[in-house]
């Protein structure tokens, strides 16, 4: 079994060094379209989405990715990596961003929702098909709307943002505001692998 990481920004490594300890699991590191042909599932991985949709613009890699999503196999996108598979964006403070998305997933997400990286912390987030996963949300989006046929499979309640989305799946792509790569827990690799498997 081999999953893709996508290699241009962020915390690739770390998500690379969590697939690795997996049995059974050979991690690939996902820097040019060729590498997209020879794995059975990717993550994009958080970091700074704008930075990172550059580069896949750069590298041309809007189109091969577009395309692999399209086989079927499961993506997963992490913070800034959800960000780039949804349709619309918009930043808590600037409002509309116009910023490059994939244009996967039918939901409408918010960069920076809960402040800056002071603003941080740990979180259990129980998943629609998953079950409790310990998230790490770090200057975090927050998935404000999702459309059919995505829908969002997790929650979480805050003070000030009130019960709010924090994981979303359409089909074969899924999407969760947080760093799992930061706690170490498995159970969202462990499921991504498993859809990977049928």
Known sequence: MKIGVLALQGD??????VLKSLGG???VIVKHSKELSDIDALIIPGGESTTIGSLIENRMLSKPLVEFMET?????GT?????LLAKEVVDRVVGETKQYTLRAMNIRMMRNAYGR????FIATVDIEDIGEVRAAFIRAPIILEAREPAR????????SLGRHGVAAREKNLYAVTFHPEITGDI?????IIQQAKR
């Open 117 to 120: 990286q002071r603003e941080s």
């Open 25 to 27: 699991v050979e991690p």
């Open 12 to 17: 690739y490594l770390e998500h690379y060094q």
């Open 152 to 159: 969002i499979t997790g929650y979480l309640n805050d003070s």
């Open 79 to 83: 913070c800034a990596g959800a960000i």
């Open 72 to 76: 079927g196999k499961p993506v997963l």
């Open 187 to 191: 159970r969202l690799y462990n499921y």
